[in-house]
């Protein structure tokens, strides 16, 4: 009776153990098992997109407190978020992926005028003359010459850069004139009614010959202007030679739709 009594307990024993084991194992897998309210039990959705830039998107819906990871070559995002999370995020994303209206051109025309003390202003182009006029009344300048136009089309919001040769820039100067025209930006903005061009660095640099010391000439003309659409705006002057002989830069701005 005492061999089966011992038996019983032993046996006894081994299940409460078995059955300890158990509910251990059950209680970590449910520690283990996502939950709902967490990050790790966010459900998961791929999104497609056709125009929109993947990287901007995964920037903008982080802020939604997803976690977004972004497939540039796929075009695709990978979300995991709370359901009303990903719900908005879906809505987001039929709004902002859409085809962007094609960039605008923008003609631009640089005049480069030769200003000195005196003479007739005999070669200006007839559409500079109220231009040369308005810099008669201004500077001590009565003799104007066109040296050259620069002609640049660009994009709208976007950068462009000429380069060449000019003639001399005076009769001291006995070599081409070499020049670089540069813009770091620019952009169509409306003032009123009237559409605009803002020009961000606007650099222009010539470099010339001299007959005599120091030989060498340099004009630097850098700036930002805003410039209405076909107006002829004055946007700078610098002194070129020994002969107080400047150099007058205008510009004009046409947007081509």
């Not at 006894?12 to 897998?29: N, T, W």
């Not at 039990?41 to 972004?70: E, I, M, S």
């Not at 009565?142 to 001399?168: H, I, K, W, Y």
């Amino acid at each position: 009776m005492k061999v089966r009594y011992w038996c019983v307990t032993l046996l006894a024993a081994l299940l409460m153990a078995c059955a300890s084991v158990a509910r251990a194992q059950d209680d970590k897998k449910a520690e283990e098992k996502p939950q709902p309210g967490t990050e790790a039990g966010w459900p998961v959705k791929l999104f497609q997109v056709k125009y929109a830039d993947v990287y901007h998107l995964a920037n903008l819906f982080r802020a939604f407190g997803a976690t977004v990871q972004p497939e540039g070559d796929m075009k695709a995002l990978s979300v995991r978020a709370p359901k009303e999370v990903l719900t908005a995020i879906e809505e987001s994303i039929q709004r902002l992926d859409v085809p962007q209206p094609p960039a605008k051109n923008i003609q631009l025309d640089a005049y480069l005028l030769i200003a000195a003390a005196q003479g007739s202003s005999a070669n200006v182009p007839a559409d500079l003359q109220p231009v040369v006029k308005q810099l008669k009344s201004i500077f001590n300048y009565q003799d104007f010459r066109s040296l050259g136009t620069l002609s640049m089309r660009v994009r709208d919001a976007a950068n462009g850069t000429v380069s060449g040769l000019l003639p001399p820039v005076s009769v001291d100067s006995g070599e081409p004139t070499s020049y670089r025209f540069h813009m770091d930006r620019t952009a169509i903005t409306s003032e009123g009614k009237e559409q605009a061009v803002r020009i961000n660095g606007l650099d222009l640099r010539m470099g010339y010959g001299l007959k005599g010391p120091p030989h060498h000439g340099e004009v630097v003309i850098n700036t930002s202007v805003d410039v209405r659409d076909g107006q002829k705006v004055v946007v700078g002057k610098a002194n070129i030679d020994t002969a107080d002989n400047a150099l007058i830069l205008v510009l004009t701005a046409k947007v081509i739709e």
